[in-house]
């Protein structure tokens, strides 16, 4: 049986660009060889989007739901709730302002299944957007996301992507951290199952952008915190022991050469150096508790919560059928 595909879509305020949305969802997925359903997320729109919607869910049928938040909480909280709400077994998300293709759905779905992909990013190379405004700040945060994750791409910003399910529910979107999706997914699977394709891109028709320049400063504050998670999650106290150390080191020496310099019989008290070494000392310590609180923190999500630090993609019993736990019976007096 062909694996069922859910299409996210959020939407904010575009009114006029629903009906042509839907008509080219018609179009793509009329001929579509997978079962499939479309989720259109309303983010709290304030002209008539919802009206729009609900208009196309008459048009499109049955396999299209519609989600009204009950006010507007950004593009990627939008975009979580309808990633709740689907039930394929392969996720695709685009932006409803029709500057990403429906039509391109079908071809990303089949390589990220030929290719056996976990995620397949879409790459607007013929971009249509501002150069100024846009592309430069896109090409900035592409280079520096890329740096600090080692997932190189040419358009994290693209919100074409096509995901597989299981592994990607693992990864939970908070903030505007949508942009960094491929980031997050690396945390959960190797970076050679992280692919881009080339999309079309078109000029947005309707409506206005919802982004503009001061994002870039929104895109280095995320980065910080991906960087942390990716690299720190599971040892979040090597992340402050590091800096606890250099600080003490610091502190170390510069109190070691005083000391020094009093058995010489200078006096050090109204030195400023002092202070600095023992304020140095003391951030030392603090680093060195906060790293310990976080590892409890840590330990203690990871029990409430029930998550695991890793993914399991496929186990095979002895005989090498796959392995399901609900399926594969276990001797007694013997471990898995």
Request: glycine share 10%; aromatic share 10%.
């Amino acid at each position: 049986m062909k694996e069922t595909i859910s299409i996210i879509i959020p939407l904010y305020n575009e009114e006029d660009s629903v009906g042509p949305l839907a008509a080219a969802l018609a179009g793509s997925l009329s001929t579509f060889d997978h079962p499939w359903e479309v989720i259109l997320v309303d983010d709290g729109s304030s002209d008539g989007t919802r009206e729009r919607l609900a208009e196309a869910r008459e048009s499109l049928g049955d396999y299209v739901s519609v989600i009204e938040l009950q006010r507007n909480f950004g593009q990627t909280a939008a975009m979580q709730a309808g990633l709740d709400a689907a039930r394929g077994e392969v996720l695709v998300t685009l932006d409803g302002d029709l500057q990403n293709d429906p039509a391109d759905i079908p071809a990303m779905v089949r390589r990220l299944l030929d290719e056996d992909l976990d995620l397949l990013v879409g790459w607007r190379k013929d971009r249509k957007d501002n150069y100024v405004m846009r592309k430069v700040p896109s090409k900035i945060a592409n280079w520096l996301i890329g740096w600090m994750s080692g997932v190189r791409l040419n358009d994290y910003g693209c919100s074409l992507k096509i995901y597989r399910a299981d592994v990607f529910r693992s990864v939970r979107l908070y903030g505007e951290m949508h942009r960094f999706i491929p980031a997050l997914m690396a945390t959960y699977t190797a970076t050679s199952r992280i692919k881009e394709h080339v999309v079309a891109h078109r000029a947005r028709e309707f409506g206005y952008s919802k982004y503009g320049i001061s994002r870039t400063f929104r895109v280095l504050l995320d980065l910080l915190s991906v960087h942390f998670f990716m690299s720190f999650m599971g040892r979040p106290a090597h992340f402050f022991g590091r800096i606890g150390f250099a600080s003490g080191g610091i502190g170390g020496l510069i109190l070691v050469y005083l000391l020094a310099v009093k058995l010489l019989g200078e006096d050090i008290g109204g030195r400023p150096l002092l202070l600095v070494g023992v304020l140095l000392v003391i951030m030392a310590i603090q680093f060195f508790c906060t790293g310990i609180l976080a590892e409890f923190l840590t330990r203690t999500y990871y029990e409430a919560t029930g998550t695991r630090p890793y993914v399991i993609r496929e186990r095979r019993c002895h005989k090498g059928e796959a392995w399901h736990p609900a399926a594969t019976g276990i001797a007694p007096g013997h471990d898995p």
